[in-house]
């Protein structure tokens, strides 16, 4: 078998999420999610993303990656371990509405941009998804979904239904604190391993402030237009999403095992050999001292 024919015997999820030209559209996604008023909310009162965002970053990544590489037993076996990780994230929005991160709705938008995402690096890279590779996509979206927890009644049950809640989802969007600090001074925090010299601090913020601007002009020109008007976000040059389009195309047309993160290059030769799908090296979190029962649920009642 070629590589390329490798490639394509990839699931469609995992090929197109593998690849390093996900990265230009992973702030995106980011960025999607924190403009939900109770996703922020969630952020800022239970999350360390201000002392270390780089790292929180790298372990949400870490994590998605993971679950979608995974086979079933240990996909399910990842959303318990994700799902128990949430079970006291709770409290009361800005606009002082009650919250709890085992909403399905909030486990729903937050997985929902990724899928969104994903579907604009394929348009981005010039290789839009055939109708098959779109509800095959789908499908292994879903399944992604119940290995997180949610439940066949709370995803939507074919792409057009998805699109039509996306829709609806994008004008409830806001400009959160934690939107703007994403947008504004949290990049500038440099990663802990650069933070611990004071020289690496000032080239890291010296840097950050001629480049950081411009990638989120990127992240801006790359997000849905409603959603970019519900947040308050002005428009930009359209060089910009030509920029993200460029480096699309030349991260893409890399070689194959060059243009794969190290989990996707490991999970086509895992498929090739018939193999688990979750890389070698991803050990799956156990929660030892935990019966399964004590792990919380996704559903629609109501959280304390």
């Not at 078998?1 to 699931?11: C, S």
């Not at 606009?95 to 394929?122: C, K, M, N």
């Not at 999403?241 to 195309?249: D, G, I």
Request: proline share 8%; with cysteine; aromatic share 8%.
């Amino acid at each position: 078998m070629t590589v390329h024919e490798e490639q394509e015997a990839a699931p469609v999820w995992g090929r197109w999420f593998g690849l390093w030209s996900f990265l230009l559209v992973w702030p995106r996604a980011l960025l999607l999610q924190v403009a939900h008023p109770a996703v922020s909310a969630g952020v800022e009162q239970h999350s360390a993303y201000r002392e270390d965002p780089w790292k929180r970053a790298y372990r949400t990544l870490d994590q998605l990656q993971r679950l979608i590489y995974a086979d079933p037993a240990d996909g399910a076996a990842l959303g318990r371990t994700l799902r128990y990780g949430h079970r006291d994230m709770h409290g009361t929005d800005r606009h002082g509405l009650r919250y709890h991160a085992l909403q399905p709705e909030l486990f729903l938008w937050v997985h929902a941009t990724y899928l969104d995402s994903l579907i604009t690096l394929t348009e981005l890279s010039g290789t839009p998804l055939t109708s098959r590779e779109r509800d095959q996509l789908y499908t292994e979206w879903r399944t992604t979904g119940r290995h997180l927890g949610l439940r066949e009644q709370h995803l939507p049950p074919d792409f057009d239904a998805f699109t039509a809640y996306y829709a609806t989802m994008l004008p409830i969007l806001e400009a959160t604190p934690c939107v703007e600090e994403l947008l504004g001074p949290a990049t500038l925090t440099p990663p802990a391993f650069v933070g611990r010299s004071r020289v690496g601090t000032v080239c890291w913020r010296t840097l950050g402030r001629l480049l950081f601007p411009h990638l989120i002009r990127v992240t801006v020109a790359l997000l849905p237009s409603p959603a970019a008007t519900a947040m308050g976000l002005a428009a930009v040059h359209p060089v910009y999403r030509l920029t993200a389009r460029a480096a699309a195309l030349f991260l893409n047309a890399l070689p194959y095992r060059l243009r794969c993160m190290p989990c996707a290059a490991q999970t086509v030769s895992n498929h090739r050999a018939g193999a688990h799908t979750l890389p070698a090296n991803a050990a799956v979190p156990r929660t030892r001292r935990t019966r399964r029962a004590d792990i919380p649920t996704i559903t629609d009642r109501k959280h304390p």
